[in-house]
């Protein structure tokens, strides 16, 4: 059996992206379905974090999500384009809340995690998949996360997650005009991850 993969989150940088991110006009619906919870609480938890994130829904269920799109994911629900059309549902509520429609975005997540690591127990899924995808005015932007066969616990899969949604507020930054030095996707290439990237323009 290979060694159970490690994984360290950095808890710096979440600091700084939303430290960052408060100097900012960006309002942010995000949407999670299929793991990453943490993820609202690591926003929320703040004094004037409601000036930057409209709202934050999680549509756990198959039928939850698809109340939220309107219609059911045609690639499956944890795939990248499932992710996109996402972020396009959440970026059009987030102009819809938001006092500055030009400063909206919609960012979302949807994964299938590990449920448990047991070494004993061959039919354990210990597939990993993660896609988060951003949604401008104007811009599309996809980050996709997968591995099979490795080990992993569902508390590192979630701190997987979460880390991956972090590079999407930081590039919501980025896009307008806020330089952050740090690279959210270290600590997962650190982990031997590779981080697949999809930019385009568009609806």
Known sequence: MPDPLEFQPTD?????????????????????????????????????????????????SRQATQQYLGVEPSEGYASAQTAKALAQTAQRRAASLSDDPVHAFGIALTAALPTTHDSS????????????????????????????????????SEAMAEQMFLIAIQDSLQQSGLHIDSDPARPLKAAGLNVITTHGDGV
């Open 12 to 60: 710096d940088a979440w600091a700084s992206v939303l430290k960052k991110l408060c100097t900012s006009r960006i309002q942010i619906s995000m949407v999670l379905t299929g793991g990453g919870s943490g993820v609202i609480s690591r926003c929320l938890r703040r004094p004037g974090a409601s000036l930057n994130f409209v709202e934050a829904v999680m549509p756990y």
């Open 121 to 156: 127990d061959p039919s354990i899924n210990r597939n990993c998949r993660i896609h988060v995808a951003s949604k401008s005015t104007s811009t599309f932007r996809g980050w996709s996360l997968f591995f099979s066969g490795q080990p992993s616990e569902r508390e590192v």
